[in-house]
């Protein structure tokens, strides 16, 4: 059997899929590690027979594939938070340095070389690039390769604790840094005369609110014209943020016992899928919908948030957008923006090879440290990058660069458990060679203090100063492990959220210079 599954890599692979989901879905007090028992399931194969274990170009893809979708999700928000979020990357920054200091200080108690050093903060950190670099500055040594299997599995597990217990912590943020506000509508009967025009009222204290339709006394309802001004007896239906809606009812009047959302005799809603490839990437007010049929969309909802459809809210494929029409015209505006299912499982496959291939040659190219030499941001750091920037512009000319949700999120989680499949059959027969020697005793007990303290540093910097909690305080650790298995578990426990994978983005470039930069280092100066 052993020679057979290694005579056969995809079989092997498959087996060790099907094995860790089984065991990823066992529960001990309502905790799973999900898709991160993919990694020790391959441990445990390549600790069978070290010929069990998937060819490194796998790995390679995997990872790439994984961390360019993590930036295309993440980068239409990852820049504008830049601003709000310069204290968590110093935070992972100072944290990391913090722990390389830790590790050199150990290595020189314990007796170890400096290629000992390196491997166990590559390890502890759980950075395969951080290896590869110390291994090539040191020419092929082994030393780094056995401290980095010994160290990577309690780096793991003592990142995956963390984030367990800090995806349950509740936040102190802002309420703008905790997700998009519910979007909500209400019928408000105008008492007040106010000469505002209804575009003038979209404006409050509180977010835009849109007005989709309008009746005039008890006369029949129509589309909202911005030019309208709302008169008493009038009613009018706002759409947007709760607090948003409240100041408008204020406004105008009160809330109506008629709902004109009911009401669709004359003006009709639909919910409608958008395929049409020539407004991905475009924004609401691109589509030109009030000129050309007199629709208004109110609503866009992407995976499960409805955001509000002002003209500057940018779309991607498989977007769901409310529409509010002259129920007459309906369907030519379901034609218009294509109404196909088949829109939201499309891969973009033209925008996906560019964005990898430009993401990987980034990653490839030599990047001069004086003192250091050249050192690569690997296949992980580049494609993420890239990433960010192709998810942030959206398009260039004709090519779309953005994924549908449900293809992005699919194409994620393929290339998740394809890295941990390989990652885990690197580790799995040097660590159990190593384990049984005094020295390799030593090397993880080391490991364990540094993954522990960079854990515990990070918790405490982030609840006590930051007053960061749940899903974007699991992005946090993640992000700073450089590790998907982390961020994989994450999301096993806690239905997607956007803040996860924007904290994870937000702190994993800086986390994963620094480490590369510090592995090189230590294997100068410990």
Not at 41 to 54: I, P, R, V, Y
Not at 252 to 280: A, K, N, P, Q, T
Not at 438 to 444: A, E, H, Q, R, W
Request: charged share 15%; with cysteine; hydrophobic share 50%.
């Amino acid at each position: 059997m052993r020679t057979f599954l290694a005579e056969h890599s995809v079989l092997l692979l498959f087996v060790i899929l099907a094995i860790g989901t089984v065991v990823g879905q066992i529960r001990v007090r309502g905790i799973s590690i999900g898709p991160a028992a993919v990694l020790f399931t391959a441990l445990g194969f390549s600790a069978w027979h070290k010929d069990l274990a998937l060819p490194e170009v796998l790995g390679t893809f995997g990872l790439a594939l994984f961390a360019y979708c993590v930036g295309l999700v993440a980068g239409p928000s990852f820049f504008s938070s830049l601003r709000s979020g310069a204290k968590p990357v110093f935070m992972v920054f100072g944290t990391l340095v913090g722990v390389g200091v830790l590790a050199g200080v150990l290595g020189r108690v314990l007796g170890f070389d400096a290629g000992t050093v390196a491997g166990l903060y590559a390890g502890a950190n759980t950075n395969t690039p951080a290896l590869a670099a110390a291994i090539e500055r040191l020419e092929g040594a082994p030393e780094p390769t056995v401290a980095y299997s010994m160290t990577y599995v309690l780096g793991v597990a003592f990142l995956l604790a963390a984030a367990a217990w800090g995806i349950r912590q509740p936040s102190r943020e802002s309420d703008d840094e905790t997700g998009p506000e519910p979007i909500v509508n209400a019928t408000i009967k105008v008492t007040h005369d106010n000469p505002l025009t209804v575009s003038e009222l979209t404006w409050t204290p509180h977010g835009r609110v849109l007005f989709s339709r309008h009746q005039v006394g008890d006369g029949e309802i129509d589309m909202s014209h911005g030019d309208t001004v709302l008169r008493p007896g009038d009613r009018v239906l706002a759409v947007g943020p709760a607090l948003a809606v409240e100041h408008a009812i204020k406004q105008l009047g009160r809330r109506s016992g008629l709902r004109l959302d009911e009401e669709r005799h004359d003006v009709d809603f639909r919910r409608i899928v958008l395929s049409e490839r020539r407004f991905f990437g475009r924004t609401v007010g691109d589509l030109d919908l009030w000129s050309t049929f007199e629709a208004r969309p109110t609503r866009v909802r992407r995976a499960d948030h409805d955001f509000l459809a002002t003209d500057g809210f940018v779309l991607q494929a498989g977007d769901r957008i409310r529409v509010a029409a002259p129920r007459e015209r309906m369907n030519e505006v379901a034609s218009y923006l294509g109404d196909s299912e088949h829109g939201s499982a499309d891969i973009n496959p033209l925008g996906l090879a560019l964005g990898l291939a430009i993401g990987l040659a980034l990653g490839a190219l030599p990047i001069l440290i004086p003192g250091l030499g050249a050192m690569t941001l690997g296949s992980a750091a580049g494609p993420l990058v890239v990433g960010l920037v192709l998810g942030r512009l959206q398009r260039t000319g004709r090519v779309v660069w953005t994924l549908p949700h449900q293809a992005s999120e699919v194409l994620t989680q393929l290339g998740l458990l394809l890295f941990l499949a390989y990652a885990g059959g690197r580790a799995g027969s040097a660590f159990l060679a190593a384990v049984q020697t005094p020295l390799g005793l030593k090397i993880i007990a080391a490991g364990a203090v540094v993954s522990a303290v960079h854990a515990a540093a990070l918790l405490v910097i982030s609840r006590g100063f930051l007053g960061v909690g749940g899903p974007r305080l699991a992005g946090f650790i993640s992000g700073s492990q450089t590790q998907p298995a982390i961020l994989a578990f994450a999301n096993s426990t806690s239905r997607f959220d956007e803040r996860m994978a924007l904290g994870y983005a937000l702190v994993y470039p800086v986390a994963m210079v620094t480490k590369i930069v510090i592995t090189q280092i230590l294997t100068i100066v410990a």
